[in-house]
């Protein structure tokens, strides 16, 4: 292989630590950015910069936005009765994407996890508490369906206990296969089972 300057490998390094592109995506990625330089490059660098000045994390629930509160804590329509727990900002993104919720969310920024180091202290759980002080009737936990994200939802249980506190329902998918599903799913749907 010809030898690249330290500035493409830079961007081929950069590039490779973005989910989903290992080393090879990121090389692909960069080669098509350089060959369309006017197009893509520049305009992507313009608008990352001008978003990495712009965005910051929300004050109440740690959305990112370009103000603080975010669109959502600022929308008197939400329904400020309803907290929906969420581990990620990508999962909110998820449930608002879907339309299905009209409450208010609160990001953890993760999930417990010993052999990660994620304690929580590492979490927003302090402010998740001091949240539900205020006029939450329920709290939804929409906790990944891994054994961190179920974890973190028993830990949390146990802490707002004698408040409603509900979860997402686990099972099958809609248009999902029987064949195709794992034992943990199966199990799931079979626990969470209803009369129709």
Not at 40 to 68: F, H, K, V
Not at 154 to 165: N, P
Request: charged share 25%; glycine share 8%; aromatic share 4%.
């Amino acid at each position: 292989m010809a030898a690249i300057g330290s500035e493409i490998e830079r961007l081929i390094a950069l590039l490779s630590k973005l989910p989903g592109l290992g080393p090879r995506s990121a090389r692909r990625a960069a080669l098509a950015l350089l060959k369309k330089r006017d197009t893509l490059l520049e305009p992507l660098a313009d608008a990352m910069q001008e978003a990495a000045a712009a965005i910051s994390s929300c004050e109440i629930c740690g959305n990112l936005d370009t103000q603080s509160p975010c669109a959502i804590c600022s929308d008197p329509r939400r329904d400020t009765h309803i907290l929906c727990v969420v581990e990620d900002v990508a999962d909110l993104w998820a449930l608002e994407r879907a339309g299905v919720f009209r409450g208010r969310y609160h990001v953890l920024g993760g999930a417990l996890s010993a052999l990660d180091g994620v304690t929580p202290e590492r979490l927003n759980v302090s402010s998740l508490l001091e949240r539900v002080q205020h006029g939450v009737d329920e709290v939804i936990l929409a906790m990944n369906a891994t054994v961190e994200g179920q974890t973190t939802a028993h830990y949390l249980m146990d802490l707002l206990q004698g408040r409603k506190v509900t979860r997402l329902a686990h099972g099958v998918p809609v248009g999902g296969e029987l064949d195709y599903l794992d034992e943990g799913t199966l199990s799931a749907a079979f626990k969470a089972r209803r009369a129709l």
